[in-house]
């Protein structure tokens, strides 16, 4: 049985949001990067930043389990089971699909009791990515590398996966 795991701080740090976020992430990030300046103490910070929920959700795309199953499963294989958690604690989450291979990123989903799409997020940014239903209408949105990235902008998804392996 295949198994995926995420840190629950990595929950949604590289996710997948509807296009017309655009602007919201970035104005978000350019206030999270001024907080961080802004309280860097040594190797950490002073303060916890918390950023605004986004004003479009995902679910509003209606994409379904099946969708996205039968758009990636080719290229990322389904996980059996996915668990969250820290340290050695580890609990299973029941509405959350996984698929990728083995030691490679990991693209997850959490689903609504109707099986609809209500969050996408990845371990890292993945090429496999384009093949996602409707992602002419999704934006990467990389908290971590603070860049906001329409999947329809092929030149600068291009780039930042280029970026992303030279790290």
């Known amino acids: 049985m295949r198994e995926a795991y995420f840190h629950e701080d990595d929950e949604g740090q ?15 990030m350019g206030q999270q990067q001024a907080f961080a300046d802004a309280h860097q103490s040594g190797a950490g910070w ?3 930043y918390v950023r605004e929920a986004p004003p479009s959700k995902l679910v509003a795309l209606g994409i379904t389990a099946q969708q996205l199953r039968l758009a990636v499963m080719e290229v990322l294989p389904p996980y059996d ?11 299973e989450c029941r509405k ?3 698929f990728g291979r083995d030691d490679t990123e990991t693209l997850f989903a959490g689903l609504d009791e109707h099986g609809i799409v209500v969050e996408l997020w990845c371990s890292d ?3 496999e990515l ?5 992602q002419e209408q999704l934006l990467l949105a990389d908290w971590n590398a603070g860049l906001a990235c329409p999947l329809s902008d092929r030149e600068l998804f291009a780039r930042y996966l280029q970026e992303y392996e030279l790290d």
Do not use: I, K
């Open 14 to 28: 590289v996710q997948l949001l509807p296009l017309d976020n655009l602007q919201h992430c970035q104005a978000q």
């Open 46 to 48: 002073s303060e916890m």
């Open 81 to 91: 089971a996915v668990f969250t958690g820290y340290g050695s604690y580890r609990v």
């Open 96 to 98: 959350v699909l996984a």
């Open 125 to 127: 940014g993945m090429p």
């Open 130 to 134: 384009l093949r996602l239903p409707l």
